[in-house]
């Protein structure tokens, strides 16, 4: 397995060191750490140029700065081979996605980091159990998407398999705009304690203001590079204070405590649903070999919920057919044999 | 010290015990739990009513549900003798304080509670460390001040005395809002996953929605109490999103980095200043002796953001004139010297 690594830093260094010391893959890397990457046993070789880097390469994977993203991908796609599967890290996906439709190309969003940058932080752990969003189109080759999942997989992550434009709306949602949020809280806050000290109300200021400026040197490209998204679940946000608003206006206390059972419960449902795990189940479907079906699938699975959380594609040997392995947990079998069987596959459980 | 109680719940019967135990106080309750209470040792009598309760008392603490307190205060401002200071536990203070410009009123809100409601959760202890503002108005007679302070510091608390309209303001920004806003997230993160899991992005959006949908049974007149500061509140937030959605159409990284510097020294400020401790330092003025003096020169203090820790005053034998003695920590006693000054008063440090 030759894999290349574009950008040698924290995440590259990281996937350099995984890919070698768990996979036993040969690394290549190019960037301007990657003299250093080699010392540090992430690489096997520095390259001079993408396209030494990319020779005879499997799978590359894009780890420069989020900004670069998009001319770097483009630039891996015209220098890669044909059946090398090319890949990205940057946090939000549906810009690269629309970008590129090349069937090699799948985005993906590694949900691990460190507070230090740079090569000299990588580790071969960085990855252990970490979900690993990827975004494949209805365009991406199967066979090629199975590799990354596998690749994935085996650098230590759980890959899921999500919508670009989904997965830019939940990061939004969910860690983009509680970060606005908390800077609004404490902005908020100073004004009205106008030189008061702070109340020891208990944790709650505390907690819903902890990321309340978060590191300068990385959020203004973390909320730019998803501004879109951003932009609409502020929006969101405007619109449900001001049905708050009203609510409080109207002084029903009836309306006001079923709307904070049904907080108590879409958080419990939030966060029990994100705690699933446990034994899994193998699925079977034969499939067609075309572009597409598995991401279909995937991406079917996906939308109800359902995490692969494994994933083997077995062409035929006149390579028109295929059989696809999935697996996902117990409790979950029997409606992905269900969704997988609706798109018209035939399902083997 | 003779002591009433009108409403002997968690609060009420904590307020007895620890008046009982650690100020060697009589105490006389009325109230449906107030039997109980005496079981219970918060009580040394059950009174059948409020005349009863008053009668001789030196000050009298409403502590019955928030939606009853301006009420009960008429009806215990009528009963009360001429000597004795009526204060209130309710969680928000502009209204009663209006309602109330008898100069023996003094709002209050002690900063203390527990899950469970009742007389036989009540605790000694219950006070103990907690701060517990004070809202005297101009009208507030400041021997009567002076009483509920030393009062409320031997139950335990810190006394901070504070304009109601800060306190209500800053309630709403540092409590109620941030209630609001958790819920806001948890609909607004429950619609954008659309059947996904909740990604594993670290702490930050369990923290943010710690508070979502808090105790269905008490929030609602929580709420409702502070309604006009937290409809405030909101239209401030919704304005200040305003701001940040237009810096980040504008996309300019430079702005937004340094709103996150602002934000992260903000935050430092606001949870430092709620960390002030250490040494005091006495202070001492001769004051005229009459209504708002007191007051006067515990608003002037604390809207400086200096706490005062302790506060005795003692009247000439005439009776026109007085001594202040008040504590203030150390590094701030230079400031609180030139304040009183300030107001007029001749200080002796």
């Given at each position: 397995?030759?894999?290349?690594?574009?950008?040698?830093?924290?995440?590259?260094?990281?996937?350099?060191?995984?890919?070698?010391?768990?996979?036993?893959?040969?690394?290549?890397?190019?960037?301007?750490?990657?003299?250093?990457?080699?010392?540090?046993?992430?690489?096997?070789?520095?390259?001079?140029?993408?396209?030494?880097?990319?020779?005879?390469a499997d799978a590359?994977?894009?780890?420069?700065?989020?900004?670069?993203?998009?001319?770097?991908?483009?630039?891996?796609?015209?220098?890669?081979?044909?059946?090398?599967?090319?890949?990205?890290?940057?946090?939000?996906?549906?810009?690269?996605?629309?970008?590129?439709?090349?069937?090699?190309?799948?985005?993906?969003?590694?949900?691990?980091?460190?507070?230090?940058?740079?090569?000299?932080?990588?580790?071969?752990?960085?990855?252990?159990?970490a979900t690993w969003?990827?975004?494949?189109?209805?365009?991406?080759?199967?066979?090629?998407?199975?590799?990354?999942?596998?690749?994935?997989?085996?650098?230590?992550?759980?890959?899921?398999?999500?919508?670009?434009?989904?997965?830019?709306?939940?990061?939004?949602?969910?860690?983009?705009?509680?970060?606005?949020?908390?800077?609004?809280?404490?902005?908020?806050?100073?004004?009205?304690?106008?030189?008061?000290?702070?109340?020891?109300?208990?944790?709650?200021?505390?907690?819903?203001?902890?990321?309340?400026?978060a590191n300068p040197?990385?959020?203004?490209?973390?909320?730019?590079?998803?501004?879109?998204?951003?932009?609409?679940?502020?929006?969101?946000?405007?619109?449900?204070?001001?049905?708050?608003?009203?609510?409080?206006?109207?002084?029903?206390?009836?309306?006001?405590?079923?709307?904070?059972?049904?907080?108590?419960?879409?958080?419990?449902?939030?966060?029990?649903?994100?705690?699933?795990?446990?034994?899994?189940?193998?699925?079977?479907?034969?499939?067609?070999?075309?572009?597409?079906?598995?991401?279909?699938?995937?991406?079917?699975?996906?939308?109800?919920?359902?995490?692969?959380?494994?994933?083997?594609?077995?062409?035929?040997?006149?390579?028109?057919?295929?059989?696809?392995?999935?697996?996902?947990?117990?409790?979950?079998?029997?409606?992905?044999?269900?969704?997988?069987?609706?798109?018209?596959?035939?399902?083997?459980?």
């Open positions: 397995m030759n894999i290349a690594v574009v950008g040698v830093g924290l995440i590259g260094g990281s996937i350099g060191l995984a890919a070698r010391g768990r996979l036993g893959a040969h690394v290549r890397g190019v960037g301007p750490e990657a003299p250093r990457a080699v010392e540090r046993g992430a690489l096997d070789e520095a390259a001079p140029d993408l396209a030494s880097a990319l020779d005879g590359a994977f894009v780890a420069v700065p989020v900004g670069a993203i998009p001319d770097v991908v483009d630039a891996v796609l015209a220098a890669a081979p044909p059946g090398c599967v090319v890949t990205d890290v940057g946090s939000t996906k549906r810009a690269v996605a629309a970008a590129h439709a090349d069937e090699r190309f799948v985005g993906g969003h590694p949900l691990a980091g460190a507070e230090a940058a740079g090569v000299d932080h990588a580790r071969e752990d960085l990855f252990g159990g969003y990827l975004t494949p189109s209805r365009t991406t080759s199967g066979v090629l998407l199975e590799r990354l999942h596998r690749l994935v997989t085996g650098l230590g992550a759980h890959p899921v398999a999500i919508d670009a434009e989904t997965h830019d709306r939940m990061m939004a949602a969910v860690s983009h705009l509680p970060h606005v949020l908390a800077n609004v809280l404490v902005a908020q806050a100073t004004g009205a304690l106008d030189g008061e000290r702070l109340p020891p109300t208990g944790p709650s200021f505390r907690d819903a203001t902890r990321v309340a400026g040197a990385i959020w203004p490209d973390i909320y730019l590079a998803n501004r879109d998204a951003l932009v609409v679940a502020l929006d969101e946000t405007v619109r449900r204070l001001g049905e708050a608003r009203a609510v409080l206006v109207d002084g029903d206390a009836e309306r006001i405590a079923a709307w904070q059972r049904e907080a108590d419960a879409e958080r419990r449902a939030l966060l029990e649903a994100g705690l699933v795990g446990g034994p899994v189940h193998e699925l079977r479907a034969a499939v067609p070999n075309r572009p597409g079906v598995i991401a279909d699938i995937a991406l079917t699975l996906g939308e109800a919920g359902i995490n692969i959380s494994d994933m083997a594609l077995s062409p035929s040997p006149d390579n028109t057919q295929g059989e696809i392995a999935l697996w996902v947990a117990e409790p979950q079998a029997a409606a992905a044999a269900g969704l997988v069987a609706g798109l018209g596959f035939a399902v083997v459980s």
